[in-house]
């Protein structure tokens, strides 16, 4: 006997049987990425079955995860592979993150709160949806000072320099010139923001847009980047990935590159670029590969 072991299915269709063998009747019916918990798992005939409760319900995902109730009058038994089908259940293994519990703000209630904000370019940080919604209230009616600890977002009463002068932002600008001009090598850093004039989207603010469809699935981009997607929905898992190859493919690198391209090259050690953008715009715009981190 054993408890608590998750499956998942991985044919669109995977039928629930009343008992254990493979000519009973049908009970209900997995989908794709549905994922079960079994009561018992054993071998019947040379087959291996998966028992499931009375009142199972499976786990589905659109967009967000939610419970699906598999109307389990008694007991259902699914069978791990059949001769003419192959395999149609996969164990997972439940690691200590997967097996936290944790709350999610819908979009919904993220979009109510934000419209209490007089400021209407307040940006969020990514990992808003896991703040409880009193957090959430507190930073956008403080316009972002009173934030959870850690955000990802930097906290500019912090940060130095804030409130330089027009003449000491002037003598800052010649200084750090003077610098690039007599550096052995400069290491450029760069992320989302870097392709915005090549016309690739970011991640939040005035430019955000990845994919359009991420808005219609309800999925944040750190999340469609989960592998977890090729296995639980392999239609969008594909898709998100065959779009961004699409659009790197399509664009160009902007005069940007071209000009630190030119100002690096003045250095005996050249230059650098330590980067978490992967559309290869460093490399196609004339950096040596092993340059680029």
């Not at 038994?77 to 003419?84: D, G, L, N, T």
């Not at 819908?106 to 919604?133: C, F, H, N």
Request: with cysteine; aromatic share 8%; proline share 4%.
């Amino acid at each position: 006997m054993v408890s608590e072991i998750c499956y998942v299915a991985e044919l669109p269709e995977v039928v629930i049987r009343r008992r254990p063998t493979l000519s009973s009747d049908k009970v209900s019916l997995l989908r794709l990425g549905d994922e079960i918990t079994a009561s018992d798992v054993f071998l019947e005939n040379g087959i291996e079955w998966v028992k499931l409760a009375k009142g199972s319900f499976a786990l589905r995902s659109n967009g967000s995860q939610e419970q699906v109730s598999l109307e389990i009058s008694h007991e259902g038994f699914v069978a791990m592979a059949e001769p003419s089908r192959g395999s149609q259940l996969r164990k997972r293994e439940k690691s200590s993150f997967q097996e936290r519990t944790v709350a999610v703000l819908s979009k919904s209630e993220i979009q109510e709160v934000l419209a209490m904000s007089s400021d209407p370019g307040l940006q969020l940080p990514l990992e808003v949806k896991y703040w409880t919604r009193q957090q959430l209230e507190m930073f956008v009616l403080s316009g972002g000072v009173l934030r959870p600890k850690n955000c990802s977002i930097p906290d500019e009463r912090l940060m130095a320099n804030t409130k330089m002068s027009r003449d000491q932002v002037l003598h800052s600008l010649s200084q750090a010139a003077e610098w690039m001009a007599n550096a052995d090598a400069i290491l450029i850093g760069s992320g989302a923001g870097m392709g915005v004039d090549s016309g690739l989207g970011t991640f939040r603010g005035g430019h955000r847009g990845v994919w359009d469809g991420l808005e219609s699935v309800g999925l944040a981009y750190e999340e469609i980047c989960e592998p977890r997607w090729f296995n639980e929905d392999p239609r969008l898992g594909w898709g998100f990935w065959n779009h961004c190859h699409k659009i790197y493919q399509e664009t160009k690198p902007h005069e940007g590159y071209r000009a630190l391209s030119q100002l690096g090259k003045r250095c005996p050690f050249g230059f650098f670029s330590f980067t978490s953008n992967i559309d290869s715009h460093w490399i196609t715009s004339d950096m040596v590969a092993d340059r680029v981190l």
